[in-house]
């Protein structure tokens, strides 16, 4: 069965400090990596993807891929109270949307 | 402002009673999605549609039912064969299948006495 695993936290980051988010994954011929943003009881929203190994950077936002260990990490530079969300990752083992296999969320808390 | 709309946001529901969650949306997108989301758990995909009439069963799809007569619309009913329907409901869409980002609505919370 293909998984995308995060650890559930809470995480607990002080504020301008790095928060570093992580996800595992199983299926070795994953194609694309997205990282959503869910605040408490809203909708996900899409805040970072990475389809190739190496970091990518958007901002305070860096995604960082290792295809050859299978996991994929979200930081987050200079952190505010405001990026406490739980952060979902989602994999795609194929090339369409309806393939997406997405993680549990970790929940980051942002400590003013 | 285009978006997707998902209504009731919260809804109860009795034991053996069918319920349909409206999704619409105004971003002219061509895929839809209806994902079933539990404490603990990651997004589970429910249905999907590419286009107007046509939709597939994603990994749950026992016990719910959609349709897709028009390219803005895709309501979920969610029967009395599913046997856990307790859950946050939530519909995306895409401009296309391919893999690209997903916008979700607001999400409707169901709630079964």
């Known amino acids: 069965q293909k998984e995308v695993e995060q650890n559930s936290g809470p995480l607990s980051v002080p504020e301008g400090a790095i928060a570093s988010l992580n996800c595992t994954y199983s299926d070795r011929g994953s194609q694309s990596f997205f990282w959503y943003r869910q605040y408490s009881g809203k909708s996900p929203e899409l805040i970072m993807f990475i389809y190739s190994n190496g970091d990518k950077e958007d901002g305070r936002f860096t995604a960082q891929l290792n295809k050859a260990s299978q996991y994929v990490s979200l930081l987050i530079r200079d952190s505010q109270p405001s990026d406490s969300a739980t952060y979902l990752c989602?994999?795609?083992?194929?090339?369409?949307?309806?393939?997406?296999?997405w993680g549990a969320g970790t929940k980051l808390i942002i400590k003013p | 402002d285009g978006g997707i709309t998902q209504s009731p946001k919260y809804l109860f529901r009795k034991e053996g009673q069918n319920v349909t969650l409206s999704c619409e949306q105004n971003l002219n997108h061509d895929a839809m999605y209806w994902y079933r989301q539990d404490p603990g758990q990651g997004l589970r995909l429910i249905y999907y549609?590419?286009?107007?009439?046509?939709?597939q069963k994603g990994d749950i799809a026992e016990g719910y039912s959609v349709s897709r007569e028009k390219k803005e619309s895709f309501p979920l009913t969610v029967t009395s064969a599913q046997k856990n329907p307790t859950a946050f409901y939530l519909c995306?869409?895409?401009?296309?299948?391919?893999?690209?980002?997903?916008?979700f609505g607001e999400g409707s919370r169901l709630t079964v006495l």
């Open positions: 989602a994999v795609n083992i194929g090339d369409s949307n309806y393939q997406l296999i």
């Open positions: 995306a869409s895409s401009i296309r299948t391919v893999t690209g980002e997903l916008f």
């Open positions: 549609s590419q286009i107007v009439n046509d939709f």
